[in-house]
């Protein structure tokens, strides 16, 4: 097994300004120190304990794609919303969470799409999203603390229906930087939540008709304990 580091400012780092396999170059700062996770779909399924918060659909395989993609699918139903959910790891704002995921969505017509992180209740969130029902266009960066009154950044980012690479990083634990195909997109410095979060991955259909949110790969870390 090799591990790829990248030194930079006397850290170490993994995966830093790495080509991945064609997949892009994956900017993602993140420390040797750190405690990381991270799930590449082989075989079409979540290779770890994740569980459905809501369940209005179901996931599979992306079909033509052996290198390990999931797909979350909704059923027919106006309204239906189907997510993973990784509950049993704690990521905390003291500990510096971030996120990467390489994702596409395919139909982006009447679709409501979510990446990122939640706690115990809906409105304890730091992700990116897609909302054409709230007359979105372009990927959005949103986090709340429980207010229910969320702070959000339109990030200017159209959005299409090829595979993109979606990154938040905390800067600081007051400041969360967001990041498209490693570019810089916003940055979020209120409401940023402090209860426990887990990685949550959501598409809902707003219309008659099945919407999906394909996701090749997710990674996550954070300062260890």
Known sequence: MWVIEVRTNRKQYLYGGIDCLKHGAINARVESASACFCDDFWQGGPNYSWAERESSGNYSTVPGRPSGWISLNTNNNAGAAYSLYLDNLDFLAQYNPSAIARMEVPAITNVEVRMGFIGAADDDFIYFIYNTGEGHSTWHLRCDNGSGSPTDVDTGVSID???????FEFYSQVRIDGYVDGNKVGELT??????????????????????????????AWQDRY
């Open 190 to 219: 209120s409401k940023i939540p402090t209860n426990p979060l887990g990685l949550y991955m959501y598409v809902k259909t707003l219309e008659n008709g099945v919407k999906s949110l394909y996701c090749d790969m997710i990674t």
């Open 161 to 167: 229906s090829v595979p993109h690479t979606i990154m």
